[in-house]
């Protein structure tokens, strides 16, 4: 089975990572948040922790610097994203086992395969997939990337999730300049000659 960039060079090592942590970070976030004396359930968070990948993602689709090569086919539905014009979409799940109304891609996407270059060939037509697996605690424990043609696997990676990255965090700004301070003054207080007297008239 090949690599997801040797059957489409736009998808590439660093994209793949930068948007797996991306959707971990904002999943172990909604998980951190769940109340169930609020009346959070599983199905409530598992909704949220959607909700927020999608929200994010949009979001990081309109910061040309540090998301330059991030698009958004459809926006709600079957929501759809692309990396360098591939469409791609994710659900929670095993990347072997997507639902089968998963492997129907909306519109917008088929007519955005279309227009892939022709050098990519036959891998246009593939339906790539974050497919994200969570522990018992539904902390995100492995997110793969994964591909399907004709409903047929031809690409499964898992993306190493061991650094933890800032997704909007600016790493170029500056530190405030340390301030100096006086050395506090230190000294031991004299008795009083009075209390000294009269400590001794008790003794």
């Not at 793949?16 to 904002?26: E, G, T, Y």
């Not at 459809?74 to 990347?95: A, E, H, N, Q, W």
Request: glycine share 4%; hydrophobic share 35%; net charge negative.
């Amino acid at each position: 089975m090949k690599q997801p960039w040797e059957l489409n060079p736009a998808l590439t090592l660093e994209h793949l990572k930068q948007l797996a942590s991306l959707i971990r970070d904002v999943r172990d976030d909604v998980v951190d948040r769940h109340d169930e004396d609020l009346g959070d359930s599983a199905r409530s968070t598992g909704l949220r922790a959607y909700e927020c990948c999608r929200m994010r993602i949009i979001r990081a689709s309109t910061k040309n610097k540090e998301w330059p090569w991030l698009g958004i086919v459809k926006d709600d539905g079957r929501f759809t994203f692309s990396i360098d014009s591939v469409p791609v979409r994710l659900y929670r799940g095993g990347p072997s086992r997507p639902e089968e109304r998963r492997l129907i891609p909306c519109v917008e996407a088929l007519s955005q395969m279309t227009l892939l270059p022709a050098e990519v060939g036959e891998a246009a037509s593939i339906l790539w997939f974050f497919a994200i697996e969570v522990d018992e605690f539904r902390y995100v424990e492995r997110v793969t990337f994964t591909g399907f043609s004709d409903g047929v696997q031809v690409s499964c990676w898992e993306i190493p999730l061991d650094e933890r990255v800032s997704a909007f965090s600016l790493t170029d700004a500056e530190l405030p300049e340390p301030v100096k301070t006086q050395k506090a003054s230190v000294s031991v207080k004299k008795k009083d000659k009075k209390a000294e007297n009269d400590d001794s008239n008790n003794g």
